[in-house]
């Protein structure tokens, strides 16, 4: 995707109300795959105790790049809707850290696509937690039934 | 049998609970961050989210984020398992919800995996959500969570998650 396509997406990603106020930036963005990252901030937290992000947060940044990956899927998409989304959480996300997702929109039907993801923090190793989702695909207007 | 204990007066155990629930739901900075509140009636809570224009995540119809909608059900999840949790430590008088602050929670479950269906758009309204704990084990629990807005029978989003128990040790306030 060249610099001017990415730079409209972008302002598109970072003009969702919710995306802005979770600070949510969009990293890369080409064929099928998306990265969008996001602060750690304390009002995102979850466990005061621990001061690790709450999950909810995380499932907001897997959607947010989930549905990105979906739309910047090279067959024409205008449109895309969550249908459902799983995600697994494997260990909590260290305090201070930024926490950057890749969704990956591995395949596509005439009207689903089917998306998997990861988020990490800091530890590009280690991942915080994985999703998979399928999501609704709308296609600009092409003979249908 | 033992003797008949006179009933407790009604103030104090509604005051009671809603200090317990309120320790478990304003301890939370996040679900302060969306603005998420509880309703009690007995035992039985609702998730209130009331709608706001931060929580847009489709500006042109408006609609609900699909993130608001997936965190929103998690922690109505959460805190109706909390809340099980501390209902039995806290009508049996072992655990004292004045002494609770966000710095003396209840060790709370942690999300195993959640598992959102987007079953229709989230209008710009206020949201509503009821979770039931199906399965409460020693190590582990399912928690199934419903959210609507106008009609309670029009589900907008459904979900299911798995969650690790606290260990149980000692209540932190002693």
Redesign the interface.
């Known amino acids: 995707m060249d610099d001017r396509k990415l730079k409209a997406a972008r302002q598109f990603i970072e003009a969702i109300p919710h995306s802005r106020a979770l600070g949510m930036v969009l990293d890369r963005l080409e064929d099928g795959v998306a990265v969008i990252s996001m602060p750690y901030d304390a009002r995102f937290v979850g466990d005061p105790q621990t001061g690790v992000i709450h999950g909810g947060a995380v499932s907001a940044l897997m959607d947010t790049c989930g549905g990105a990956a979906v739309m910047s899927h090279p067959t024409g998409v205008i449109g895309t809707a969550t249908i459902d989304l799983r995600i697994d959480y494997m260990r909590p996300a260290k305090p201070g850290d930024r926490i950057t997702a890749r969704a990956e929109c591995y395949h596509v039907t005439r009207s689903v696509a089917f998306v998997r993801a990861t988020a990490h923090d800091a530890d590009g190793e280690r991942p915080v937690a994985t999703a998979t989702g399928a999501f609704t695909l709308e296609r600009a207007a092409e003979g249908r039934p | 049998m033992s003797p008949r204990v006179k009933p407790e007066p009604v103030q104090v155990v509604k005051e009671r609970r809603d200090a317990a629930l309120k320790a478990l739901v304003h301890?939370?900075?996040?679900?302060?961050?969306?603005g998420i509140e509880f309703d009690r009636r007995g035992d039985e809570l609702t998730a209130i989210l009331p709608f706001d224009?931060?929580?847009?995540?489709?500006?042109l119809l408006p609609a609900i984020?699909?993130?608001?909608t997936?965190?929103?059900l998690?922690?109505a999840a959460i805190i109706e398992l909390s809340w099980s949790l501390v209902w039995d430590e806290m009508e049996s008088g072992r655990l004292d919800p004045r002494k609770l602050d966000?710095?003396h929670?209840p060790r709370?479950p942690?999300?195993?995996?959640?598992?959102?269906?987007?079953l229709r758009?989230g209008l710009p309204r206020d949201a509503y959500a009821r979770a039931r704990v199906n399965r409460s084990g020693r190590r582990y629990a399912s928690v199934h969570v419903e959210a609507w807005q106008d009609n309670r029978s029009r589900l907008f989003a459904q979900g299911t998650g798995h969650f690790l128990m606290p260990e149980r040790d000692a209540a932190p306030n002693g």
């Open positions: 301890g939370v900075p996040y679900i302060q961050f969306l224009d931060k929580l847009i995540g489709n500006p984020h699909g993130g608001v997936a965190a929103f998690e922690v966000p710095d929670l709370l942690k999300t195993i995996d959640f598992t959102v269906d987007y758009t």
